[in-house]
T-cell receptor, first 117, second 115 residues
Framework: AQTVTQSQPEMSVQEAETVTLSCTYD???????LFWYKQPPSRQMILVIR??????QNATENRFSVNFQKAAKSFSLKISDSQLGDAAMYFC??????????????FGKGTRLHILP | KAGVTQTPRYLIKTRGQQVTLSCSPI?????VSWYQQTPGQGLQFLFE???????NKGNFPGRFSGRQFSNSRSEMNVSTLELGDSALYLC??????????????FGPGTRLTVL
């Protein structure tokens, strides 16, 4: 069974600084997707960034980028120029890309990110 | 395009009662998944519906059930509520026609409190 582990329950970063959130996962599959979701205090879960396992290039979305290390099964999220609006719970998540597999997403426990003004 | 909507947003019930939660997916999305979020267990998959059929089910007791209607709206039901069922219940929809969509879009959730 696949698992997703986020070892940092909470992190803090100064506004305008850079922070990296860690995530490791375990799977025997070769084709899958990895995601970072953001859940602000309003509770609406929002997709921040996604990575297809077959792509070697790390995904980037504006101030958000990932460091995807497939062999190490590591998938960290880097937030540059942190803003107050980045304060939220961040979830790392995994989904199989195998067509016959089910649609469920496996989530890590989350990392609560605080932005210090 | 409207996002995923869930009703009600908040609910208070007592042990032993049953509850029904509703989810309306994004227009055109035919896959609806449900998740339970608690501080202790995190986010856990409940079940997924596609074309009115349950396609997959998580590891939850039979007290948790769901269904999907022809318009893709989905409901989940919890019978004989227990204190441990207090949680945020999230619904997510995904486009499955015109090319499979990878991304699931989440609703705001229903906060269920069992007293």
């Amino acid at each position: 069974a696949q698992t997703v582990t986020q070892s940092q329950p909470e992190m803090s970063v100064q506004e305008a600084e850079t922070v990296t959130l860690s995530c490791t996962y375990d799977t025997s599959e070769s084709d899958y997707y990895l995601f970072w979701y953001k859940q602000p205090p309003s509770r609406q879960m929002i997709l921040v960034i996604r990575q297809e396992a077959y792509k070697q290039q790390n995904a980037t979305e504006n101030r958000f980028s990932v460091n995807f290390q497939k062999a190490a099964k590591s998938f960290s999220l880097k937030i540059s120029d942190s803003q107050l609006g980045d304060a939220a719970m961040y979830f790392c998540a995994y989904r199989s890309a195998t067509p016959t597999r089910d649609d469920k997403i496996i989530f890590g426990k989350g990392t609560r990110l605080h932005i210090l003004p | 395009k409207a996002g995923v909507t869930q009703t009600p947003r908040y609910l208070i019930k007592t042990r032993g009662q049953q509850v029904t939660l509703s989810c309306s997916p994004i227009s055109g999305h035919r896959s609806v998944s449900w998740y339970q979020q608690t501080p202790g267990q995190g986010l856990q998959f409940l079940f997924e519906y596609f074309s009115e059929t349950q396609r997959n089910k998580g590891n939850f007791p039979g007290r948790f059930s769901g269904r999907q209607f022809s318009n893709s709206r989905s409901e989940m039901n919890v019978s004989t509520l227990e204190l441990g069922d207090s949680a945020l219940y999230l619904c997510a929809s995904r486009r499955t026609s015109g090319g499979e969509s990878i991304e699931q879009f989440f609703g705001p959730g229903t906060r269920l409190t069992v007293l």
